[in-house]
Every structure is written in C-alpha cells, then in structure tokens.
C-alpha cells in the first residue's frame, strides 16, 4: 500500500468513489488508444498507397521531361515560368482531442500551363501534368505523415497514461480499500467481544 490511510467509513467511502473513477478513467483512455491506432493503421495505408503513387507519377513526369528536353533543348526557362505555389492552406480536424491537419491547394487562376504554348510540345506538357499531380499528391502524402505522427504522440502518451492508472493508481486504492475494510472489520469484532465481555460481567453482577 503505498499511502497510508485512516481507517473510517468516509475514507472508505471515499477512496471506493476515486477507484471507481480511475477504473472509468481507464476504460476511456483504452477506448481512446484503441480509437487512435485504428485511426493511425488507416492512414498508415493511405500513405504506403500515396507513396507508390507518387514514385510511379515521378517517373512518368521525368520520362516526359526527358524527351522534352531531347526535342525543345533544355526546359530552364519554360519552368522558371512556372510560378511558386502558394494555394496552400491548412486546417484541423479532432480526433479523440487529437488536431489532425487537413491540407488544401487552391488552384491558380488562368490558363492550366504556365508556358508559353509555342515554344513547348505536348512531351513538355504531359511532364508539366504529371509534375501538379506530384505536387498535390506531395499535400497528401505530407497531411498524411504529419497524421501519424501526432497520432503516434498522442498514443504513446495516452498509453503511458493508461499504464499508470492501471499498474500504480488502480492496485494502490485497491490496496486501501481492502486495508480499511479489513481495519474496519477488525474494530467491530474488537468492539463485540468487548462489548460481549460487558455483557457477561454485567450478568455476573446480577446474579450475585
């Protein structure tokens, strides 16, 4: 037992109301555990799937670059056209009180390409596709990561928290739950063999 504790019915009364609570609060943090790493293995195969495609759109993306290169010389200038992204907004959403980070591109307004039309050739276009769905698939793939790792955060935590209520706090009101009871249980057989020793003498003093 690690605090030791007067023996009284309110103590008792009161320590049995905080392991009720602690048993409650152990239940939730485990259905919250259990909420968050089902969370986390979804997205955990969103990003595997995120990734393969990314890496299968970088090659189609490089592979047309290359042959644009080849007929249109390097493509320097006409990327440099190209302007810096800058649609991107973030926001959150909860989890089990976990923020979890939403991503969005807004478009650009204007034309889809931002090259001049005859100086390009549609290899050149076909990379410049491929390289806007690596971006927004790179949105993704970071919304994802970021995902699991707060999840991650917020797991470890919740399961040390769990651990602590279950292994110190739970066995420790047990522990004086049962040291009252039994401290209790002990005063009243004390009380009634003094009680009964009362009564045999009080007897004994009638008879004579």
């Known amino acids: 037992m690690a605090d030791q504790v007067f023996p009284t019915k309110g103590n008792l009364l009161n320590i049995k109301k905080s392991l009720s609570l602690a048993k409650l609060g152990y239940d939730l943090m485990d259905r919250k555990r259990n909420i968050l790493i089902r969370e986390m293995m979804t997205l955990i195969n969103t990003a595997k799937s995120v990734r393969d495609e990314i890496d299968e759109t970088y090659q189609r993306a490089y592979r047309a670059l290359q042959r644009a290169n080849v007929t249109l010389g390097v493509c320097q200038d006409l990327a440099l056209s190209t302007p810096v992204?800058?649609?991107?907004?973030?926001?959150?959403?909860s989890v089990m009180g976990v923020e979890i980070p939403h991503i969005t591109i807004t478009p650009?307004?204007?034309?889809?390409?931002?090259?001049?039309?005859?100086?390009?050739n549609s290899q050149l276009d076909q990379a410049y596709v491929c390289f806007v769905k690596c971006k927004e698939l790179t949105v993704t793939l970071a919304e994802v990561e970021n995902s699991i790792y707060r999840l991650a955060v917020s797991i470890k935590k919740t399961q040390r928290r769990a651990n602590a209520l279950k292994n110190i706090v739970i066995p420790n009101f047990q522990g004086n739950v049962a040291f009252i009871t039994n401290a209790l249980d002990e005063k009243e057989r004390e009380e009634f063999s003094r009680l009964k020793v009362i009564r045999h003498t009080k007897d004994k003093k009638m008879d004579a």
Do not use: A, L
């Not at 992204?85 to 959403?93: L, S």
């Not at 650009?108 to 390009?120: A, D, E, I, L």
């Open 85 to 93: 992204e800058t649609g991107v907004d973030i926001t959150y959403r």
């Open 108 to 120: 650009q307004q204007g034309t889809p390409f931002h090259y001049s039309m005859h100086n390009s």
